[in-house]
């Protein structure tokens, strides 16, 4: 509806400026060509799990190279500490909590008796009432692909189709594929139930009939992206290719496991399989961006490269970063973020000005050359005078809110701000906060809440308005709490 709606109006638009003028199609032809947008959304990738951002164990020569050309953003965070909502917020432009989507779909790991609070309610689906940018580039004429990971909502009402998507390959309501080989089968127990259900990642159907034995998901899911791309070579075109890796199930290529097994293990920064899963997400990298240049689109194109929360803490180590998947300390939340723009005139760009997920969307539109839609992406900033050079942020703070339990360690029902250096965790279920300085203590290890009272208090109370100008949902006392 929303669709036919928006193509009406542009039709419309058409029609009055070919009557009005005349002259339509003429200047149409002087138009600048459109820049192509490719998003690279990894799942589950930590900060410090690329070689550009301090590993020396993961080998990721192409991330890096993109990190050498682009901007390298040292302080980009993801909008939550798990999936569903940061996924939401680079779709939107808004965080989780304005949306009420502030936990993982479908969730499930709430106790009734062992939890102290009720958790906060949310939506299961990313609402269709949200303009995502996908729609707003398919208005102008962008032919829109989403290809891998969707998590956001399911059949028959909530896929990529649903939210701007022209072509979707391999999106459906699972958050992960179950297997990373051929045929990509999987199992997965329904919350709360001893229901299992069953899915495969790329469905049935003459779409998916080139699958073959032994093929590996991350390269199929290049395949796939690339044969868009080319497909859409002569127009201008939105590609998410929102990897599955590295996700769990850990698995990888055999040889490549090989390879990172030599390393001793007191040398390794997280699991060989790990390791290689990594690999083969930088070879997609590599592909990509080859087949940019190949076609002469490198040129033309903007690219993003971003994960949606950290590392599994089972996978790899976020040192010096506390935390991980899961929990709001830095490691959880804190992400690789990498932007390389054809306009950019300075190439290395390493900038330290704190960004978030919700900034792509303006930021996007900004780079294309269409309008701001600040109605929708209420809670994001055009990173464009950044990675130009000519400019900052008017921001001071960003926010996060999470009202739910998970079962990652050190996750809790917390909030938080960030500001400046400070960084204020309030915690929902125990009635205190936590007060970190992160350009002095970037591992978290110091609680400045007792030394330092008035800015305890100063965010404390700048947590509590942002909270209520978005309605964020708060967790409600458990009358049913067993305690310990």
């Known amino acids: 509806m929303r669709h036919n709606r928006a193509l009406l109006s542009r039709v419309s638009m058409i029609v009055g400026l070919t009557v009005g003028c005349g002259v339509f199609s003429d200047s149409y032809a002087q138009q600048p060509e459109k820049l192509n947008v490719v998003l690279f959304l990894i799942d589950d990738l930590g900060w410090n799990d690329v070689g550009c951002y301090g590993s020396d164990y993961y080998q990721t020569p192409h991330i890096d190279q993109l990190a050498e050309e682009g901007v390298k953003f040292t ?231 971003t994960s949606d929360n950290g590392a599994y803490y089972k996978a790899s180590s976020s040192r010096p970063l506390r935390g991980n998947k899961g929990s709001y300390f830095e490691g959880g939340i804190r992400v690789p973020f990498i932007i390389k723009s054809p306009t950019q005139v300075n190439k290395g760009i390493v900038s330290d000005v704190p960004v978030i997920g919700n900034d792509l969307y303006p930021t996007v539109l900004a780079a294309t050359g269409l309008p701001l839609r600040p109605y929708q992406h209420l809670d994001g900033e055009n990173l464009i005078p950044i990675i130009n050079s000519t400019g900052g942020l008017e921001r001071e703070a960003l926010f996060w809110h999470f009202p739910h339990y998970n079962g990652h360690p050190d996750a809790a029902p917390v909030g938080v701000i960030r500001r400046g250096p400070w960084k204020l965790i309030e915690y929902f279920d125990e009635d205190r906060q936590e007060l970190y300085n992160l350009e002095e203590d970037l591992s978290e290890t110091q609680d400045l809440s007792e030394q330092r009272p008035e800015q305890t208090s100063r965010l404390y109370e700048e947590l509590q308005v942002w909270r209520e100008s978005v309605r964020a949902e708060m967790p409600q006392p458990n009358l049913e709490y067993e305690g310990k």
Not at 207 to 232: A, C, H, M, P, V
Request: proline fraction near 6%.
């Open 75 to 305: 302080n980009g965070y993801a909008a939550a500490a798990i999936c569903s909502p940061s996924r939401a917020s680079i779709l939107t432009g808004r965080y989780p909590a304005r949306m009420l989507l502030t936990n993982w779909i479908p969730d499930g790991r709430w106790d009734r008796k062992k939890h102290r609070l009720k958790e906060g309610r949310f939506v299961r689906a990313l609402p269709l009432e949200e303009y995502t940018l996908a729609e707003a580039l398919r208005e102008v004429g962008y032919q829109t692909g989403f290809v891998g990971k969707w998590h956001l909502g399911g059949l028959p009402f909530y896929y990529p189709e649903h939210q701007g998507f022209q072509v979707n390959i391999g999106g459906n309501d699972m958050g992960n594929p179950g297997n990373y080989f051929y045929p990509y089968n999987g199992t997965w127990r329904v919350p709360t139930t001893p229901l299992q259900a069953t899915w495969h990642v790329l469905g049935d159907g003459e779409q998916y009939d080139i699958r073959r034995e032994g093929e590996y998901l991350t390269d199929r899911l290049t395949d796939e992206s690339i044969e868009f791309i080319r497909k859409n070579q002569d127009q201008p075109f939105f590609l998410m290719l929102s990897h599955y890796a590295v996700h769990t199930p850990l698995q990888a290529k055999e040889e490549k496991i090989a390879r990172y097994e030599e390393v001793p293990e007191a040398d390794r920064q997280g699991k060989p399989t790990y390791a290689a899963m990594i690999e083969s997400v930088d070879e997609s990298v590599g592909r990509v961006m080859q087949t940019l240049q190949d076609l002469q689109l490198d040129d033309r194109t903007l690219v993003i490269f």
